[in-house]
Each structure stands twice: as structure tokens, then as C-alpha cells.
């Protein structure tokens, strides 16, 4: 192989002084390197839609046992049960849609709000800085997030902002019973801080989109600057916006070390976001390794094959999205 | 260049011809020990090299089956089911003994507490929700319990420690056995799960009125108070290596090795013991497992002194002449 390679090289420097010297042709036509390229490029491009396929089939079949046994029950039964191999995902799916959805109730405020800060307020190098930053967030390894969690925010979560939130919504249902920091909310808090950057990188790309003249224009009819970020820059971002919440929401959806961690691993469906949780993905790392019955293992593929589907719906939705809007406003 | 790539090759190909190397996987449980093992065996046997993954004891016993790997290894022997899937006839040999611990913080309480089995299901079923109840403190006289609220702390992922301690549970109760069973992952009826040895001990010693079962050596090295347990003679004891290892005491033969051993017979006896074990295919003349073979007969002999100092109880000596034997 090296051989070949050094030959290779060899070869082609004689080629080229010969180029020089004499023009002739080439080893391979012209044309026949166009088509040798694009053989390449195309079975490059192709392999990766081989592997989504292959990665959907081998899903499927490995969760079949499971399949035919509960069928569609399995989504609407709780009873999640190995030694009696009675398998139920619904508090799985439950804790996965809370979880990320709170998580986005906290952060997409927030991201905005950051966005804003970043492409309008900031000038210049600093601005570039503070994204940088934020962007930085995003590189931060899941596992390092959890332990953060497990050390700092559990115990923040159970000393400080339950009692506050038990003082000031303590009337709703969701916000009683005993808390150990471990739980839905944590989870929802570490998510909402991962998928942060995310949402703002892209909320800011949108923001930075909008032409300058819009804004003159409203600065120019008297728009104060708060009036002219919420018609000139908020307003037609909106589909945008929702495409890149969209997109956090895909990333909170599939978040596996992170919220293993922090969620207390206890698959019930219980009113209170202080009580401990599970998600669809944090038990397929808990519980694969060690599945001893093959109705386990074939559950937890039937699991996998769920969350697929739900975050490949919910990416789908955020591109379709947001290629509409930039369809818009390049017109 | 092309000097460098044959030296290269040269030295790639020298070194696998060098070593013979011997692939295993399974349980994470004896993974300190086990490593400790294998690089002390190196040293003795340079053309030895013993790479060991430590996947798991499921992962071990499915890679074995398809044979992915020289030998596996498991904390808890191999069920019916797993045998008849696999081609070979496998020999489950037992390497050392482990002990789970049962851990507790309770800020106001600094003596060891005592507890039955019994109580001990009882407030891992949930019935049992306060630290001053009745029934803990009738076993802890003397001692002041507080009124707080008991956290129980358990495995999230599938587990060989779950397993034991299930099985120890379902020895002593009736009721455990009939709601919640024996498996490395269980329905529990209560508590937080936490992620591995280390995510439990993290999630006892970060809440106050936590109790939690984890492997003997995560409580020493945590110092984390541990419970003393009432064993089958009535006795009291906290988990010891020599209290370990009597639990194999009256375990003679390799028929007998796959039987439980919690709750075992016996003075001096702590109750929540396993063994854990390499799994070994039994094939004729493979150079590989001969070269096993002469590991284990070196781990069963040489190789349980380093045992003891990493909180593992060695076999019983006489059990370990018997293993000997039948490994030949």
C-alpha cells in the first residue's frame, strides 16, 4: 500500500515535468476523472443513507420479539418490569417529552434574549468574543455537565430553588412532595443549559441575516431600539426562531449521559417535577449492558426504535422549517 | 520512507509474535483486582498479555457465547438459558469473594446501626419511611434515631451488586420475594437509581438520611458508615473480608460453587457474600485456553494475596485446592 502510494507520487511528478515539457495526455481522460470523482462523491454520499437504512432495519429487528408481544401497548403501559419481563414504555416517553420540554421553556427565552444581546447590543470584537463563549458551551462533554450536576446542582436545586418555588407555586401540584435535588427538575435545568448555545448560534446567524436597511428604515420612522429589535429584527425571524428551538429540542431529546445522571432513574409517572424520572435514552445506557432476558434487550431496541422516530420527526420539522424561511427571505 | 515502513512493519509484527494474547470480558465488579491480576501475571510471563474489558458480567456471558472472546467472566454464575445458547460446555470458576455493603448517612447517628433482613426489605419496599421507626429502632437500642425521612439509593443500570443483593432479599423475605424478585435490574418500589458503585455513593454521601447498597471496597474508600447485619447465627457483623470469606466456608465442591451463598450458615458469617467468576469454554487442545488455565491456576494460588489489600475476600484454601484440581 505505501509502495503503491510512493510509486503513485513518483509518477505523477514525472507527469507533470513531462506537462510541462510536452503537453499529452493525461492517464485518465479528463471526462473519465469527472466520472471517477463522481462515482466517489456519490458513493460517499450514498453511504451514509446505506447506514441510516441499515441502522433502521437492524432496529427493527432487534426489537421485533418485543413488537409482537406488546405491540402498540407498549406505548400506552407504564409497567416497566424485568424480572417479570413485562416491558411498558410510556414512563420513559413521558419523562423524555417533560424533560425537554421544560428544558425549552427555560432556554429559549433565554437564548433570544442572548441572541439579541450578541448580534444588536455588542459591537465589533466583543461580540464576536461573547459568541464565542456561548459556542464554547456546546463543546463541553455531557458527561462533565453531569457531574456538575450530581455535585452542584442537585444540591443547589434541593437546598434553594425548591423551597422557593414549594414558597410561590407551592399551590400547583407540580411543584409538592419531598425533593432530593435528584430528579425531572435538575434534568430539565442541565438540558436547558446544553441546548442553549445551540438555539442562540443559530437564533443569532437569523438575527445577523436581516438586512440593515430594515433597520434604518425603523430607526428611521422614529423606532426606539427597543421598537426596532421587535418589529425589524423579531418579527420576521420568527419561523426561524421556532426552526431553531425546534432544533434544541432534537438535541434535548437524545441527551443520554447528562440526564442519566441527574433524573434519579426511577420510571414512574408522577405529577411532581421534584419526583425522580426516566428517559427513553438514559435507560437504554443504564440497562443494555447488563439485559439478561432477550425480551429485555429486544424492549429496549423497541425503545431505541421510538426515540428514533421522534427525533428524526422533530429534525425534519426544524429543517423543513427553517429552509422555508430562508426560501423567504431570499425572495 | 520506505525504510521507515518495513521497520515499522518489523516492529508491529515483533511485538504480536512476542506476546500471546488472550482477550476477556465481563463483569466490572472484580475489574480492579482482575487488572491488578493480569499486570502482576505479565510481569511473571512476559509473552502473556491478558487484555480484559470490563463490559459487564451480560456483556461478558453474551460475548462468550459468540465467542468473541477466550473467556468470560460473570458475578453471578450463568442461567440455564445462557448455557443451552452456547455451542461449548462452559466451566464457571470461582476467582474471589465480594461483599455488598449496606451504606447510610444519617448526620445525628455516628455508631453503626444494626438491622435484620427483614427490616432491611422492609425499607427497601418503602414500608419502612422513617429513620426513628419502631422496627429500627426496637434493633438499635440506646442509639437515638431522628425522625427524618429515608432516602433509598439503588442501581440504575442492570448490575452483578443488584443481583446479590436481591437474592440476599429474597432469602430473608417473603415479601420481597413475592413483589419484587430476584435480577441485576429490578421494578423497585421506592427510591432514586444512580449510575454505577460511584453514582450510589455519591448520591448516600450528598443526602442526609440516604441508605444504599453498594460494593464493599466503595464504602471503605469513601468512608462511608456502613450497617451491621444480622447473619443466620444471630450475630451482628460488618462487612469484613474474613466475614466474606466464611460465607464459602462450607462450599466444597465446583457442583457447589454456582449455589447462593447469602444468608450462609455459620458463625462469623456476613450475609450479603457472592463469589464472582471467570467462565471458561471447555475446548480440547487451544492453545489459548491452555494458557488461561495456567492464569487461573496462578490467580487461585499466588494470585489471591493481593486480594484482601483491594477489599475482595480470597476462596476459602481449601475450596481453592478443589478448583485447582478441577482445572488441571
Redesign the interface.
Known sequence: M??DI?NDSQKSTAKSESLIRTPSLPLISYKGQDKLALFFLRFCALSIFAILVLMIGLLFKMAMPAISMFGLDFITSS??????DQFGGLAFIYGTVTTSFLALIIATPLSIAMAIFISQILKGALSKVVSMIVELIAAVPSIVFGLWG??YL??WVKSTLTPFLKNTLGFLPQFQG?S????ILSASIILAIMITPTITSIVREIFNSVPQIRKEAALGLGATKYEMIRIAVLRPSLSGILGAVVLGLGRALGETMAV??II???PTISKSLFS?G?TMA?VI???Y?????DL?LSALCYIALILFAITFIVNLAARTIIWHNNRRSQK | MRKLFVGLMAFIAMNTMAATQINGAGATFPYPLYSKWFSEYSKENKDIQINYQAIGSGGGIRQLIQETVDFGASDAPMSDNDKSKATRQILQIPTVLGAVAISYNVSEVTANIKLDGDTLAKIFLGEISKWNDPKIAALNEGLKLPAKDILVVRRADGSGTTSIFADYLSTVSKDWETQVGRGKTLKWPTGIGAKGNDGVTGAISQNDGAIGYIELAYAINNNLKVAALKNKAGEYKLPTVQGVSLAAAKVKSISEVTNSIVDADGKGVYPISSFTYILLPVKEKDAKIVEVKKFLKWALSKGQNFAAPLHYAPLPKRLALEMLKEIK
Not at chain 1, 409497567?79 to 417479570?84: A, C, G, I, L, S
Not at chain 1, 449492558?289 to 432476558?293: N, T
Open positions: 505505501e509502495l510512493i409497567d416497566w418490569n424485568p424480572v417479570e450530581l455535585f442537585a444540591p419531598p432530593f435535588g435528584i430528579g442519566a445522571m434519579g432513574n426511577n425522580p426516566a438514559s445506557a443504564n440497562e449492558a447488563e439485559a439478561e432476558g429485555h
